[in-house]
């Protein structure tokens, strides 16, 4: 069959594959509580992150007692990404735990369908900023407690209760550092967003 040629009669045209939806995500929390390793540990390409080192200066500020080794923090954002399926790809955007850096979270969120709040149940009053953030927008987010060293300071009931978060805002532990467990924290995120948008 010549290019001017109609094609036979019967034979399927070629389907046109979509590259997956694009969904934007925020990974929020105080310093220090997993933000960065949560991107890390999920990102199917390198994460660009914005780590600086600790100054003495910043260490004056920011609490080192609970994360005594750490020697570099996000001073502007996380970047990653993950495919979910053929249909679906979520962009994450994890921002800066410091409150001096909390100027630059109106860009970082802009857009995003949901939000995942990362919690130290050893410093619960960190991330009081984060819950009520979202809250504020509106914006659809769950909460992950960090189970550092494979423990949690208080209960789950206890910690809805501190921050008193809503009872439909899905509370559960999770490790940062698995693979497997962020992916289930960020499903919950985007099912309570499909949710939401198509309530």
């Known amino acids: 069959m010549t290019p001017t040629e109609p094609a036979a009669r019967g034979a ?3 389907t046109a594959v979509r590259p997956p939806l694009p969904v934007k995500m925020v990974i929020a929390g105080g310093f220090g509580v997993g933000k960065t390793t949560t991107v890390g540990s999920i990102s199917e390409i390198r994460p660009l992150t914005t780590e600086a080192a600790i100054t003495e200066v910043a260490a004056g500020v920011d609490d080192l007692s609970h994360t ?7 001073v502007a954002m ?3 990404c993950i495919t979910i399926d053929s249909t679906l790809k979520l962009y994450l955007f994890g921002t800066p735990g410091q409150d001096r850096f909390g100027f630059m979270w109106d860009d970082l ?9 990362i919690v ?4 619960l009053d960190d991330c009081y900023a984060a819950v ?6 509106g914006i659809p987010f769950a909460v992950a407690v960090n189970a550092f060293d494979g423990r949690v300071e208080h209960a789950l009931d206890e910690v809805r209760w501190a921050l008193d978060i809503a009872e439909q805002v899905p509370v559960f532990t999770y490790d940062a550092r698995e693979r497997g467990s962020v992916r289930d924290a960020l499903l919950v995120v985007l099912e309570l967003a499909l949710a939401r948008a198509e309530g």
Request: aromatic share 10%.
């Open 12 to 14: 399927a045209a070629p």
């Open 68 to 74: 005594p080794h750490k020697t570099t923090t996000t």
């Open 78 to 80: 996380d970047f990653g």
């Open 109 to 117: 969120v802009e857009g995003a369908l949901g939000g995942l709040v």
């Open 120 to 123: 130290d149940t050893r410093r």
């Open 132 to 137: 009520d953030y979202f809250e504020h927008k």
